[in-house]
């Protein structure tokens, strides 16, 4: 909820995350160790930020996700020259992955939940996925298919490790999160769960509810999900390796059951659009941040405004 001040209107930092999909623990730590915004505050200590304020953070998330460091734009920010075409600028990245394979090789989950909590506290989460998890993933993967001696291990403990750690903070985040409820699952035959995870991780950062069903959700169930917890919308995701006609067969009597949105995500979101639109479905593809955009303009406002625990 924004409040009105003189110079235009004012948001409370749980309003800035839900809007920039930014954490209020990383706008805090780009504050304290970057400067770069400095929000207003209430006489009770509560941080309030400018519409320029909120700007600022869709820049500073544009050049993040062009791979520029956040210690590159604050030099960039604060006035001092910088490149974004510097090689250097994704030298934290890379220092994050490396240490996090090491980690992973030795099976040190110390090390390696260290690392992954610092990227965290300075990076958003769509950033941290898309420049680290993701890319670790495939590195797992190609160890593994290239039969690397204990490839299979190491893929393994990270998936335990990442899964250990998604659920922890959706366990965290849903107790304080009152936007919309979505039901989230992998279709029938869908054991891949790691790109549901990461949109659901990624939806909670937006102040989003998340009732996750998991892999290989036999569909018939959904309805009665929706009974009883009155849920806004269903999100289901699939692999390529999906049949377009099988998967228009299990999302069709869905669709024509149930009065919520239907999303379909992952890969298979693209390879089977049409079908998928005939059906009654709304794909939404594999990119997280513009399949959250879809589903936010097809669902109804967030119930309640935001979170009813101020953070100061």
């Not at 062009?66 to 590159?72: A, H, K, N, W």
């Not at 959700?217 to 269903?234: F, K, N, Q, S, Y």
């Not at 995701?237 to 067969?249: F, L």
Request: include cysteine; hydrophobic fraction near 40%.
């Amino acid at each position: 909820m924004a409040v009105q001040a003189g110079n235009g209107k004012l948001f409370p930092i749980g309003a800035v995350s839900e809007l920039t999909g930014v954490n209020s623990v990383t706008l805090r730590a780009w504050e304290r160790r970057y400067g770069l915004i400095t929000p207003e505050r209430t006489p009770s200590g509560h941080r309030l930020y400018s519409e320029s304020d909120v700007r600022l953070i869709e820049q500073v998330l544009e050049q993040l996700g062009r791979g520029v460091t956040i210690s590159s734009v604050a030099r960039q920010l604060h006035a001092v020259e910088m490149s974004i075409e510097d090689e250097a600028a994704g030298d934290a990245w890379y220092e994050y992955r490396h240490s996090m394979i090491e980690a992973i090789s030795r099976f040190d989950e110390s090390v390696l939940d260290a690392t992954y909590n610092e990227a965290m506290s300075l990076y958003p989460v769509d950033i941290v996925t898309s420049r680290l998890v993701v890319p670790l993933l495939q590195e797992l993967g190609e160890r593994w298919s290239a039969g690397l001696e204990g490839g299979i291990a190491e893929e393994h403990f990270f998936s335990v490790f990442m899964r250990n750690k998604l659920g922890a903070r959706f366990h965290h985040r849903n107790a304080n999160n009152n936007g919309p409820v979505i039901a989230a699952a992998c279709l029938p035959g869908e054991y891949h769960e790691f790109g549901l995870l990461l949109f659901a991780l990624s939806a909670h950062a937006r102040g989003y509810r998340l009732i996750l069903l998991g892999a290989d959700m036999p569909l018939h169930e959904l309805p009665l999900v929706i009974a009883r917890t009155r849920v806004d919308g269903i999100v289901l995701s699939g692999s390529v390796n999906a049949h377009c006609m099988e998967v228009a067969m299990q999302i069709t009597g869905l669709t024509q059951t149930v009065e919520v949105p239907v999303f379909i995500g992952g890969e298979v979101a693209g390879k089977c659009r049409e079908v998928i639109e005939d059906t009654g479905g709304i794909p939404v593809g594999p990119d997280l941040v513009s399949g959250i955009q879809v589903i936010r303009r097809a669902l109804p406002p967030r119930k309640g405004g935001n979170s009813t625990r101020e953070e100061i």
